[in-house]
C-alpha cells in the first residue's frame, strides 16, 4: 500500500493562530497513518504534478491573497481526486477576492455578529453522514460564523441566527450551516467553521472529532478516484 501524504500550509493572519492549528491537524492525521508536510509558504503550491500526488491538502490561511498559478493548481489537484479540508478562516475567509478559491470551497466569511465568546449551539443533522455519525447537538464559545454558502453544499450541522444585535437581526431567524461536504470534481471537499482559536478544540471535543473525521473522509476520495479510473475530462469543456 502506498504511503498516504497529506500536505498542511500555514499563514496569513496570526489571530487565528494558524501554526497552532495547522500542528493539531497534523497530529490528527497522523494517527491515520497519513504523513503530514506542513509549509510556512504557498510555494509548496507551486508545482502541480506534486500536488496531484498528495491525498489531502488542508489550507491554514486566513485572508491574504494567492497567486493565480498557485490557486489554479489547488483546484485541478482537487479535481483530480485529491482531498481539500479545512476550517473556520483558515479556509473559508482565505483569500478574499479569488472567487474561483470560493467556489472550490463552498462558502465564504462575511460576518461574526457578537465577535468572540458567543454562546451557541451547534445542532447535527443526524444521518447527514458518517462523519457526524454518534455526534450531540453540542455547545461552543467562540465567534458564531454568518457565511454565504453553495446551495450546492451538503450540511452536517447547523446554528442558529441571529443570537445578538446586529443589522440582520431585523430578518427572520436561519440556521447557518457550521459544517458541509461538497465535491470539486473528482475530490472531496470538507469544511467546518469552528476554530477561531486553536483552543477551541479543547473545550468542544466534538468539534475535533468533526475536524478529524471530515479530513479523513476528504483524503480517502484520493483513493476512490483512482480505483474506479475516474479522470477529470468528464468536466472539461
Not at 73 to 89: E, Y
Not at 157 to 184: G, I
Request: proline share 5%; aromatic share 10%; charged share 20%.
Amino acid at each position: 500500500m502506498s504511503e498516504k501524504h497529506a500536505l498542511i500550509f500555514q499563514g496569513g493572519w496570526d489571530g487565528h493562530e494558524p501554526a497552532l492549528v495547522a500542528k493539531r491537524f497534523a497530529s490528527l492525521l497522523e494517527k491515520h497513518g497519513y504523513r503530514c508536510t506542513i509549509s510556512d509558504t504557498q510555494d509548496c503550491l507551486a508545482d502541480l504534478e506534486t500536488l496531484k500526488a498528495l491525498d489531502l491538502i488542508v489550507p491554514c490561511w486566513t485572508m491574504g491573497e494567492i497567486p493565480q498559478e498557485y490557486s489554479m493548481n489547488v483546484s485541478k489537484a482537487v479535481a483530480s481526486g485529491v482531498g481539500l479540508a479545512g476550517c473556520h478562516g483558515g479556509m473559508c475567509d482565505a483569500f478574499r477576492n479569488d472567487v474561483e478559491w470560493q467556489f472550490m470551497t463552498g462558502g465564504q466569511w462575511v460576518a461574526h455578529p457578537g465577535c468572540d465568546g458567543v454562546n451557541y449551539m451547534v445542532n447535527i443533522r443526524r444521518g447527514s453522514s458518517p462523519i457526524v455519525e454518534g455526534i450531540e447537538d453540542f455547545p461552543v464559545c467562540s465567534e458564531q460564523y454568518y457565511l454565504h454558502i453553495d446551495p450546492a453544499v451538503e450540511i452536517l450541522a447547523t446554528t442558529r441566527f441571529p443570537l445578538v444585535p446586529y443589522y440582520h437581526s431585523s430578518n427572520k431567524p436561519v440556521d447557518m450551516p457550521v459544517a458541509w461536504t461538497k465535491f470539486w470534481g473528482n475530490g472531496r471537499v470538507f469544511y467546518c467553521s469552528l476554530g477561531h482559536h486553536d483552543d477551541v478544540f479543547d473545550k468542544s471535543p466534538e468539534a475535533q472529532l468533526l475536524m478529524e473525521r471530515g479530513m479523513v473522509w476528504a483524503a480517502e476520495g484520493k483513493a476512490y478516484a483512482v480505483a474506479h479510473g475516474l479522470t477529470t475530462e468528464r468536466f472539461e469543456g
